[in-house]
């Protein structure tokens, strides 16, 4: 995760827009940015990671949080270790009001914010198969499913 470092710094204006959200620090944002992270883990119990995971993770730089009037957007950084092909990952996403597409949204801002900084691709990651349909009219294609069973 290294490679996201600097990518929240990089040439972002401070105020978000109806376009683009806003570069946070995760200390400013934190009392309602975990309620939102928690929600989450609530409910998709396949996740294994902690809200302080996620805070300790942006505070180190290796993820990014990003604030709009709807909610919140963590992103990170994924490297393939045979190819070193970086992966921009929209980690997390959270809207105040289900329904606001808080990171469909702005995918343009955030494509355009990978490319720039040299990613070969973006990705996300949902159990919410009513967003396959969306990603798949969009241009993104479906790379893997994961199933698993609790032994």
């Not at 990671?49 to 730089?61: I, Q, S, T």
């Not at 393939?80 to 990952?89: H, N, R, S, Y």
Request: proline share 3%.
């Amino acid at each position: 995760m290294a490679v996201c470092q600097d990518l929240g710094a990089q040439g972002v204006d401070a105020t978000a827009t109806e376009d683009k959200p806003t570069f946070a620090q995760v200390r400013e944002e934190w009392v309602w940015v975990k309620r939102g992270i928690e929600e989450i883990l609530a409910e998709q119990s396949q996740l294994t990671f902690r809200p302080e995971d996620v805070y300790a993770a942006c505070l180190n730089g290796e993820a990014h949080l990003w604030v709009a009037p709807e909610g919140f957007v963590i992103t990170t950084a994924e490297v393939d270790e045979f190819t070193g092909a970086k992966t921009f990952l929209l980690w997390l996403a959270w809207a105040k009001n289900r329904g606001q597409s808080c990171a469909i949204k702005y995918l343009p801002f955030f494509a355009e914010l990978a490319r720039e900084n040299g990613f070969k691709n973006i990705e996300t990651r949902t159990p919410i198969t009513a967003l396959e349909d969306y990603f798949l009219a969009e241009g993104w294609k479906k790379d893997t499913v994961i199933y698993t069973r609790e032994l």
